[in-house]
């Protein structure tokens, strides 16, 4: 078997070490803020909806839930004309295209819902402390008191209606299309006269959507992995390192004798073949 070159056991381990730094990097890793044009927008492979946003977004870092992402995070996040950024915003939206017209004013947010008429779209919100006393779909009001806690319930309650789920901090939004919905989020307080969880229409509803009972997570790889990775590589580079130097000395010492004693290979040699003699 022919060994490995020392060079090239150098470059092939100085390659992983670095994948293996990039590897760790975390994703919300971000210490500048990212100003986002309302032309762009971003796409939700898994749902194949879009979320926008009517003007410039700012924030320090995003996340998505998975490769294949049916959601996305943000970190400190606001839209031009908020008075202040929220810590963690996150968002999913299924058989709709949502645009966060705004986030944090006078304690509201704002998003509006665009599909076909005849859609039953499903906002969900991912909050990061206290969950929204109350939220208005479609100029209809449910406080919640209004909210569903059980999932199965919400899923066969005709649109609007909410479902909070306290466990994994999210908020399900359903809502009827004959147009656009503007769905508003009430951060702080409940505005008077809050309805319930849903009533009042009269259309036929039938449901497009069945979501999963819990919101997905973000997804890693488990860090003990990655830093074993990390920690080998290092073995590894320093292992090439060594072997490099010691190829290194070793020709240097050949060279050295050579040029020290440039006569002792002849002399011996003649030496050799007087013996023979």
Known sequence: MKPVHAKTFLTSTVILFTFSLLAIAPAVAQSQIIAWSPSLHFLLP??????????????SA???????????KF??????????????FGI??????????????????????????????????????????????????VSSSGYFRSYNDWKLHPPPA??????????????????????????????AGGGGGGGGQTQTYIPTFTPPPTAPTPTSAPE?????????????????????????????????????????DKVSKKWEKQKKR
């Open 224 to 264: 003990s992995i990655v830093y074993a990775v990390v920690a080998i590589s290092a073995v590894l580079l320093i292992v090439a390192v060594s072997r490099e130097l010691e190829v290194g000395t070793r020709n240097v010492s050949r060279k050295w004798r050579k040029i020290a004693s440039p006569g002792k």
């Open 75 to 88: 970190y400190n996040f606001q839209v031009s004309g908020d008075e202040a950024p929220l810590p963690v």
């Open 92 to 141: 999913s939206v299924y058989n709709a295209n949502a645009t966060i017209d705004y986030i944090n004013q006078k304690g509201m947010g704002h998003i509006t819902l665009y599909a076909p008429s005849g859609t039953t779209s499903t906002l969900i919100i991912y909050y990061s402390s206290s969950y929204p006393p109350a939220v208005d779909i479609g100029q209809e009001m």
């Open 46 to 59: 898994a749902t194949r909806t879009t979320v926008s946003f009517s003007n410039t977004a700012y924030f």
């Open 62 to 72: 995003f996340e998505w839930d998975a490769f294949n992402a049916s959601s996305i």
């Open 162 to 191: 909410v479902y909070l789920n306290e466990t994994t901090k999210v908020l399900y939004v359903k809502a009827w299309h004959s147009s656009p919905v503007a769905v508003t989020i009430y951060w702080a307080a409940a505005p």
